[in-house]
C-alpha cells in the first residue's frame, strides 16, 4: 500500500534555528501533499497545501516566511521552520494525495513529527 | 460554519460493548468523502472508513461500521466489541468533490477522545 516517510519523528531545537521536515512519498508519485499543524487535544489544521513544482498555497493567517515549504519532486515535499520560537511547538503532519490510484480513499498520512523550541 | 461537527469531546465505554460516535457535516457539494481516523498517543493518523457520498450501502471495514444518513448529514462512527486497544482520539473528516478531481484537503472535526474501560 501507499506510505509516506516523514522525519524526524521527534526534534527538540534552540529558539531561533531551523527545522526541516520531510516527506517522502515511498510507493507513488504525490502530486499534492497537505501539511497540517496539530496543538495537544485538538484538531488537525491546514496549514498549505503544495503541489510539486508549484508554490505552495498557504491558509489565512500562516506566515508563509516562517513555514516554508518545498515540493520540488513527485516524492519529495520539506517544511522548514525558521528562526522557530517556544509557539511554534506543535505536532507537525503531512498527507499526500494519490487521487484514488493507490488508495481508494485517496489520501496517505505520514507519521508526524513533534517539535519542541526551547 | 463548521463544516464538520464532532459533539462528544469525550467518550467512556465499558471493553467488548459497542459504542457510537457522533459527526455530522456541512457541505453543498453533492460529492464528498467522509472519513474516521483513529490518532492514538503517538500521533499517527490511523484510517479506519470511508463513505462517499453517492455510495449506496454503509461502510464496514471489520468492527467498524458507519452510520451514514445524507439526508441528515451525519456519518456516525459505530465500534462494536470495544477493546483496550481502541482508547484514542477519533476524527471524522470531509472531502469536498470528487476523488479524482483537483486536489482537496481533508477538512477535520474536533476529535473525540474515546477510553475503553476494562
Known amino acids: 500500500g501507499a506510505v509516506v516517510s516523514q522525519h524526524p519523528s521527534r526534534v527538540i531545537c534552540k529558539s531561533g534555528t531551523s527545522v526541516k521536515i520531510e516527506c517522502r512519498s515511498l510507493?507513488?508519485?504525490?502530486?499534492?501533499m497537505f501539511w497540517y499543524r496539530q496543538f495537544p487535544k485538538k484538531s488537525l489544521m491546514l496549514m498549505a497545501t503544495s503541489n510539486e513544482g508549484s508554490k505552495a498555497t498557504y491558509e489565512q493567517g500562516v506566515e508563509k516566511d516562517k513555514f516554508l515549504i518545498n515540493h520540488a519532486s513527485l516524492t519529495l515535499s520539506t517544511l522548514t521552520v525558521t528562526s522557530a520560537h517556544p509557539e511554534d511547538s506543535s505536532f507537525y503532519i503531512c498527507?499526500?494525495?494519490?487521487?484514488?490510484?493507490?488508495?481508494?480513499?485517496?489520501?496517505?498520512f505520514g507519521s508526524g513529527t513533534r517539535l519542541t523550541v526551547v | 460554519a463548521q463544516k464538520i461537527t464532532q459533539t462528544q469531546p469525550g467518550m467512556f465505554v465499558q471493553e467488548k460493548e459497542a459504542v457510537t460516535l457522533d459527526c455530522t457535516y456541512d457541505t453543498s457539494d453533492p460529492s464528498y468523502g467522509l472519513f474516521w481516523y483513529k490518532q492514538p498517543s503517538s500521533g499517527e493518523m490511523i484510517f479506519l472508513i470511508y463513505q462517499g457520498s453517492y455510495d449506496q450501502q454503509n461502510a464496514t471495514e471489520g468492527r467498524y461500521s458507519l452510520n451514514f444518513q445524507k439526508a441528515r448529514k451525519s456519518a456516525n462512527l459505530v465500534i462494536s466489541a470495544s477493546q483496550l486497544g481502541d482508547s484514542a482520539m477519533y476524527f471524522c473528516a470531509m472531502r469536498e468533490g470528487g476523488l479524482s478531481g483537483s486536489a482537496r484537503q481533508l477538512t477535520f472535526g474536533s476529535g473525540t477522545q474515546l477510553t475503553v474501560l476494562p
Open positions: 498527507s499526500a494525495r494519490d487521487r484514488g490510484r493507490i488508495t481508494r480513499y485517496g489520501y496517505t
Open positions: 510507493d507513488f508519485q504525490a502530486t499534492t
